[in-house]
């Protein structure tokens, strides 16, 4: 079970999306099923994030996600309940995707950040693990 479950962090990496580069600015693209391995369902972004908030601090049971810091920068900490990672971004042609099962916050946001999330679900709310005890107890114990 251990091995099944560390796992998992190791699916959480940095995706490089194409860029075009032009005198008049940069251009980026990304494409369901090419540089995401998941459908987007919905999109949302957060802005005007205080200094010292940290949002996030919840798993999901399905939802896929990629988080992409369209301005500023910001750290996301992954967590599947064995180990933990973090990722720095801070460029709008690559992203963070996190499968399901990992427990996601992000913090150190920069003044003007803008977050960008695809996900592969409508909202549900009971897609959401939002205790990180009980995370902790299906992380060991098994999600089923």
């Known amino acids: 079970m251990l ?10 990496k940095i995706i490089n999306f194409p860029k075009v580069i032009d005198y008049r600015g ?3 693209f990304i494409e369901e099923n090419r540089q995401l391995p998941f459908k987007i369902k919905r ?4 802005y005007d994030v ?3 908030a940290t949002r996030g601090g919840h798993a999901h049971k399905a939802l896929h996600q990629m988080v992409i810091a369209l301005s500023g920068s910001f750290e996301i900490v992954v967590d599947d309940g064995y180990e933990k990672n973090s990722f720095f971004v801070n460029r709008p042609h690559y992203g963070v995707y ?5 427990w996601r916050e992000l913090t150190n946001f920069s003044s003007n950040s803008v977050a960008l999330s695809l996900v592969s679900e409508l909202y549900d709310e009971s897609d959401y693990i939002r205790d990180y005890d009980e995370f902790k107890r ?7």
């Open 3 to 12: 091995t099944e479950k560390c796992a998992l962090i190791g699916e959480c």
């Open 98 to 102: 996190i499968p399901p099962k990992i």
């Open 138 to 144: 299906l992380a060991i114990n098994g999600w089923d």
């Open 50 to 52: 205080p200094a010292g």
């Open 43 to 46: 999109v949302y972004y957060l």
């Open 26 to 28: 940069n251009l980026s």
